[in-house]
Structures are given as C-alpha cells and as structure tokens.
Nanobody, 127 residues
Framework: QVQTVESGGGLVQAGGPLRLSCAAS????????MGWFRQAPGKGREFVAAITSSVGTTYYAESVKGRFTISRDNAKNTVYLQMNSLKPEDTAVYYC????????????????????WGQGTQVTVSS
C-alpha cells in the first residue's frame, strides 16, 4: 500500500512557475508508476503526467507538454511536478496517484488504473 501527500499548490500569476511535491510512504515511488491528475471546477479528473517505475519513462498530456516536467527523487521517495508558463486554464486541484500494476493498454493515462490517491493540492493561476 502507498500513501501519498501532495504539497506546493497555491496562487500564481499567469506565466509563472510552481512546483508540486508528492511525498510517498509505505512503498517506494520507484516501484510504482506515479501519476499526476487534475480536476478543474465542474470538470472530470484528467491526466497530466506520469513516470513509470524502474526505468522512469515519462508521459504528458498534450496540454502541458513542453511546460510541465515530472520527476522523482528515490532517496526522498518523492515525485515532483515542475510547472512552468502556467495558464489560467491550469487552475485545478492536482492529485498524485500510484499505480501498482498495468493491466490495460495505455494504463498510465487512465485514472482507474491508479490504486492510491492523495487528497490533492489547489493550484490557482490568475490572469
């Protein structure tokens, strides 16, 4: 089992940066695919980025590619989401999730393939 706690959210002006952290406990982040999802007001939760276990291959939603970077620090058992050039449409609650194993094609993108979720951290981008 994995417990995840997100931090680093807040209010930022458009164009600015913000870094989110996801501290994991119970199991190591390197043994799970770790993902970031977000949910804007009135919308469903959507995939943002993921980093696979062991090799650490990264995946991004088209809307954040080139602006966001996912990484992990195995020594700190923490996953990060560096967000640059933020836009008002990036405003959402951001969630960190851990996936125990992949059972379908494209599993890194699929919310239901993640087993453990944090409480989320609010990111608000002002224009």
């Amino acid at each position: 089992q994995v417990q995840t706690v997100e931090s680093g959210g807040g209010l930022v002006q458009a164009g600015g940066p913000l870094r989110l952290s996801c501290a994991a406990s119970g199991r190591t982040v390197s043994s799970h695919t770790m993902g970031w999802f977000r949910q804007a007001p009135g919308k469903g939760r959507e995939f943002v980025a993921a980093i696979t276990s062991s090799v650490g291959t990264t995946y991004y939603a088209e809307s954040v590619k080139g602006r966001f970077t996912i990484s992990r620090d195995n020594a700190k058992n923490t996953v990060y989401l560096q967000m640059n050039s933020l836009k008002p449409e990036d405003t959402a609650v951001y969630y960190c999730a851990a996936q125990s194993f992949c059972s379908v094609y494209g599993c890194v993108y699929k919310e239901r393939q993640y087993d453990y979720w944090g409480q989320g951290t609010q990111v608000t981008v002002s224009s």
